[in-house]
Structures are given as C-alpha cells and as structure tokens.
C-alpha cells in the first residue's frame, strides 16, 4: 500500500514566479492535510479537507495561497508570486476519516525560492 | 494557540539503554501523535495516544489528558533509534496537531 505521494520533491522558483504542489492521498483516507515545515517555524498547520471539501484554512497566509482539492485522489497548493520567504518543506498528510483519526505524512516538497 | 513543550532537548545514550521522552502541552487535546524523523526524513507516525497508554514494539506512550501531558518511553534503544522525536497534540477538533520542536536522539554503539 503506497503512501501519501507528493510531486515533485524539490522546486526551485525564482522570486515572483508561480508554483504548483501536488498531494496524492492514501487510497480510501477522506482527510487530507498541508502543513509547512522550517527551521524559524517548525512545523505549521495550514489547511484541511475531508471529503474533498476545505474544512479549514486557517493557517494558509491570506495572500498568494491557495489550496484545492478537486478529486479524492489529489490536492494541490498555489503559491502566486512566490516570495524568498515562502522556501520550506511542504508536508501532506492524510488519514481516514478526519479529526481525530491518525494522520500520516507525505515525504514532503522542498521549496526553494531564489 | 496550543504550546508543546518537549524535553530532554536532546539525548545522547549507549545502545541498549531506555530512554524517557516528555511532552506537554498548554490546551484541551482531543488527539495526540509522536513522530519520528530522521535528518532529513520523512515523518513517520510512531503512534496515536491521546490518552491511556498505548504500546507497539519497543515503545510505549502514556498520555494523561487532564494534565496535558504526554511521555514516549523506548526500550532497549538502538542505533536505527537515532534521530528527532515529535510530539504533537491536536486541538480541541483533533485534527490541527501542533509540533513542539523534538527532542534529538543519539545512540551510540
């Protein structure tokens, strides 16, 4: 049974350009969660889905951030205009029926904006 | 927000020793995970305890809610043990897990 997949593991942008991040859920889990990961901030929640509907989008910045989940079978995360600040690992996780259920993680995309 | 506090910070031990890992945290959790990751690594669930006591292997989590704390205890470590250790509460919904920043494992042959 594969794990969470993420695409592609490393990107490097040039500051100001777009870049697209993609999730693919365990087979059968409704949950999918995107957290970002950084030596300043550790580990951050950004956004949550179940059933493919955005649930909570709390932590995702305001501006330039955008999540979706168009089908159960993957996700994506948008940064417009990517900025210096914006380089980190973005981690997916997903897990089988949501709140409480245990969440398993991705190997996560390393972000680099130059 | 939640806060998680994880001690000891880092940990260095001879293989074959036991060691005790402490987490706790400021607010109601209604889900509870320790990670593991490896320099570099993925995260990789170790077990999901928000409360009671919970074993697999050669670990054991006790986690007792009204007090907001959470402990992870490895037995007999092993130089595969070796690398940082995530405790993570969620919040009052479960699903919003908060990391505090790890305690980093040695174990030297």
């Known amino acids: 049974n594969a794990g969470v997949i993420q695409t592609p593991r490393h990107k490097v942008t040039g500051k100001g350009q777009e870049a697209t991040l993609w999730c693919e859920p365990i087979?059968?889990?409704?949950?999918v969660f995107w957290y970002r990961q950084t030596i300043v901030q550790g580990l951050e929640f950004l956004t949550y889905?179940?059933?493919?509907?955005?649930?909570?989008d709390s932590g995702m910045p305001k501006e330039r951030f955008s999540a979706q989940m168009p089908n159960q079978s993957h996700s994506t995360l948008k940064i417009q205009s990517t900025q210096p600040q914006d380089s980190a690992v973005y981690l997916c996780?997903?897990?089988?029926?949501?709140?409480?259920?245990?969440?398993?993680f991705g190997p996560g995309t390393r972000l680099t904006v130059l | 927000g939640q806060q998680v506090q994880q001690s000891p910070a880092s940990l260095v031990l001879q293989e074959g020793e036991n060691a005790e890992l402490q987490c706790n945290f400021s607010?109601?959790?209604?889900?509870l995970q320790w990670f593991y990751q490896s320099p570099g690594g993925s995260l990789v669930s170790l077990l999901s305890?928000?409360?009671g006591t919970k074993h697999t292997g050669r670990l054991t989590s006790t986690t007792v809610t009204k007090e907001r704390r959470s402990s992870l205890h490895i037995s007999s470590s092993q130089t595969t043990d070796s690398g940082t250790y995530l405790c993570?509460?969620?919040?009052?919904?479960?699903?919003?897990?908060?990391f505090g920043t790890g305690t980093s494992l040695l174990v030297d042959p």
């Open positions: 993570a509460p969620g919040g009052n919904m479960g699903y919003k897990l908060t």
């Open positions: 996780a997903s897990s089988r029926q949501g709140e409480r259920n245990e969440q398993y």
């Open positions: 305890n928000p409360s």
């Open positions: 087979s059968g889990h409704s949950a």
């Open positions: 607010s109601t959790a209604t889900q």
């Open positions: 889905f179940r059933n493919q509907a955005p649930i909570d």
